[in-house]
């Protein structure tokens, strides 16, 4: 397997994902670790630097650097990480600083990149998205989370936080989600609004399947749930995925009226739901786009997973690479 | 004044506005012309090569190009105008042959955008964009229309449509304008649905100055009426205008949460009434933006009115000096 190599992590509030990857091959070998965020910041960069370690070793050659997906506001210049939510303690944290004095030279350069703009690029080099120069991608799971593809790269917009699809507005009186904004789409399909609006719908259809699977108590319904009572055929639980998957067709109608990117790329947990959510946003989307606009409109499950976080996070360390050539070149 | 020299063209469905503009020292002169869209497109034609040849012979060394701002679809390449609406018998045609067979080689190179793309380029280099690396221009007229600036540069889309702020929806069960998306901002804030609002909201008010402005017939309200009671102090003109602004506060805060692009110049014949419509907006655009973009939200009104767009026209011709420039280092 040829090079360059680079190390990707993928820094969630639970686990640590991290991957080698050959820029050719792909992802070459993974493991992970606990993020034990309870414990503070010095002990989950304690858990990075392992990982790091570990694959660097493991590496043919010396790895040309460590891209990390993060959450938290990310600097412009992508080497600082601040106060990701979930993570007690950490205030404002130079990732290569903290690297670099556990590692010394081994880890190389290390960027930084706001997680969902680091698994959309992961789709447009190794995953769904690499069929594309430009995409929207949407992360269907606690909330709704997004990021823009535009020639291939990511799209930051002025200061880095562009691609904020969860708190667009689809009913400016509508309902409102954690950001305090009305209507947001994040108010219907996050996990924890789509899952009382299941809730509410179903309460008084006993014939649904959604009962028996939330042991008659319907405030433990999960999108889970409601896809495998959809699966099973049940009529209530397929009414509710409909339903979202209609809300989604709204706002990403809005996102291709602003951007002419007219490719859409779903991940994250509740795109399992697929089908259910996606045809119906399939269906709606076209009727919040403007014609001139509609042709050639897709909307298509990201097919890596979960994986497109660690690999786009890596492909940080090459799209680097690539500048520093450009740039002794011109 | 200092080359180079550029023509830019804003064709427009009732007139034709051209200029020459130095590079470094803007607008030089300018004219323009009836369009008679009516004799069908080579009158068109003709109309706008002989607005080229008069200025061409006017500035004191040949012309780099012609830009031209113009309706309609225009192809990526920016040759091409594709079917603009009230130009009857105009299907496609390639503006740099058009102009070629009537000119000879005087017009130099010709390169097409989109009308509002034009306009906001011409706000980036020579009006109130130009405090700015990145902005999202809104241009509120009969319809609403728009454009986004990203590095001084249109950002164009996947195809050259990016923009159409005036086809984002803030409701999707609202009303319907031209495009059939429900709740599309035009919708509100179009010129025709403006006025029809104010009609319904005024109707039962005698007390507002609208009536006597509109000789007692409220289906002749312009917005131009709405500014002039606005300004005497008139409550209902008044809330008519903030209503509107909210709803454009609404549209705006969404683009804002997608592109992190926070810097918005409005232009157009609705902007004159200015404040009344702006200071509503400033507010409610930030109801509508995640608290982690807020920072830095600013609204404004273009300063230099319809100049923009033959000045951004001619400015295409610039930036297609600068990439060649570009190319030929690499």
């Given at each position: 397997m040829a090079g360059p190599f680079a190390v990707g992590i993928d820094l969630g509030g639970t686990n640590i994902k991290a991957a080698l990857v050959s820029r050719t091959g792909g992802l070459?070998?993974?493991?992970?670790?606990?993020t034990e965020a309870h414990f503070g910041p010095e002990r989950i960069l304690d858990n990075i630097a392992r990982l790091v370690q570990d694959l660097a070793r493991r590496s043919p050659e010396p790895v040309v650097g460590v891209g990390i997906g993060s959450p938290g506001t990310i600097d412009l210049a992508r080497t600082t990480v601040l106060a990701p939510p979930n993570f007690p303690g950490w205030e404002k944290i130079h990732?290569?600083?903290?690297?670099?004095?556990?590692?010394?030279?081994?880890?190389?350069?290390?960027?930084?990149?706001?997680?969902?703009?680091?698994?959309?690029?992961?789709?447009?080099?190794?995953?769904?998205?690499?069929?594309?120069?430009?995409?929207?991608m949407v992360t269907l799971g606690t909330g709704v989370g997004g990021a823009i593809i535009y020639g291939r790269r990511i799209f930051r917009g002025a200061s880095g936080g562009a691609g904020e699809i969860g708190h667009m507005t689809i009913d400016y009186e509508g309902p409102m989600a954690r950001s305090g904004v009305a209507g947001a789409i994040e108010a219907y399909i996050g996990q924890r609004f789509l899952s009382r609006h299941a809730r509410y719908r179903l309460m008084n259809r006993g014939d649904s399947a959604i009962h028996r699977m939330a042991n008659y108590d319907l405030h433990g319904i999960t999108p889970k749930m409601l896809h495998e009572a959809a699966v099973e055929g049940d009529e209530g639980a397929i009414e509710v995925l409909a339903w979202a998957g209609h809300k989604l067709g709204v706002v990403l109608g809005s996102a291709v009226n602003l951007l002419d990117i007219r490719k859409v790329i779903v991940g994250g947990g509740l795109s399992a739901a697929g089908d259910y959510i996606l045809d119906s946003a399939r269906r709606s989307i076209v009727r919040?786009?403007?014609?001139?606009?509609?042709?050639?409109?897709?909307?298509?499950r990201e097919t890596r997973g979960n994986e497109v976080g660690m690999l786009g996070a890596a492909h940080l360390v090459f799209e680097w690479l690539d500048d520093r050539k450009g740039q002794a070149a011109t």
């Open positions: 070459v070998v993974d493991c992970s670790a606990d990732m290569g600083d903290a690297l670099a004095s556990r590692l010394g030279p081994l880890a190389g350069v290390v960027i930084v990149e706001n997680d969902a703009n680091a698994a959309a690029l992961g789709s447009a080099h190794y995953g769904a998205g690499s069929a594309f120069e430009s995409f929207i919040y786009v403007t014609p001139g606009l509609q042709e050639g409109i897709e909307i298509l």
